[in-house]
C-alpha cells in the first residue's frame, strides 16, 4: 500500500502522514524505508491508540 494509500484511508494529508511516520520513526516505534513500516515496539504503539 502506498502512502498516499494510506493517507486516503486514514483521512490525512500525505505530508501529514509523513510527518507522524518520521515522528514514530525517531521515536523508535516504527522502522520506515522507501516500500516496507517495520513494526519496532508493538507494545508503545497500541498505546497510542
Not at 8 to 31: C, H, K, T, Y
Request: cysteine-free.
Amino acid at each position: 500500500m502506498s502512502k498516499e494509500e494510506l493517507s486516503r484511508l486514514f483521512g490525512v494529508s500525505r505530508p501529514a502522514l509523513v510527518n507522524v511516520m518520521m515522528q514514530m520513526a525517531d521515536e523508535g516505534l516504527i522502522g520506515v524505508d522507501r516500500r516496507k513500516i517495520l513494526i519496532k515496539d508493538r507494545i508503545a504503539l497500541q498505546r497510542l491508540f
